[in-house]
């Protein structure tokens, strides 16, 4: 069993930053995915970046590239998700997801962590 627990949400202007934080606790596997689901009002939940155990490989979806940056610390079994430029559309619960084989589908994901909110006023 993996708990994720998320931190660093909160209201910001358009054009601000936040950080949000996902802690690993317990066991974790040898090899995993971690990375950011987000969900607005109404809409299904997105995938929006993962990174790999190692670091070395890393995923955005389109309307976040350039804007967001997901970095992990393996010593801490920490995930980030550094989001600066933020727009108004950026806002929606932000969950954190941890998989042993990939994150493409919120359906098939193993873990998840308890959602943080992010609002961007405009």
């Known amino acids: 069993q993996v708990r994720l627990v998320e931190s660093g949400g909160g209201l910001v202007q358009a054009g601000g930053s936040l950080r949000l934080s996902c802690v690993a606790s317990a066991r974790t596997f040898s090899t995993y995915v971690m990375g950011w689901f987000r969900q607005a009002p109404g809409k299904e939940r997105e995938l929006v970046a993962t990174?790999?155990?190692?670091?070395?490989?890393?995923t955005y979806a389109g309307s976040v590239k350039g804007r967001f940056t997901i970095s992990g610390d393996n010593v801490r079994n920490t995930v980030y998700l550094q989001m600066t430029s933020l727009k108004p559309e950026d806002t929606a619960v932000y969950y954190c997801a941890y998989d042993r084989v990939a994150l493409v589908n919120p359906t098939t994901v193993d873990y998840w962590g308890q959602g943080t909110q992010v609002t961007v006023s405009s």
């Open positions: 990174i790999s155990r190692s670091g070395r490989s890393t």
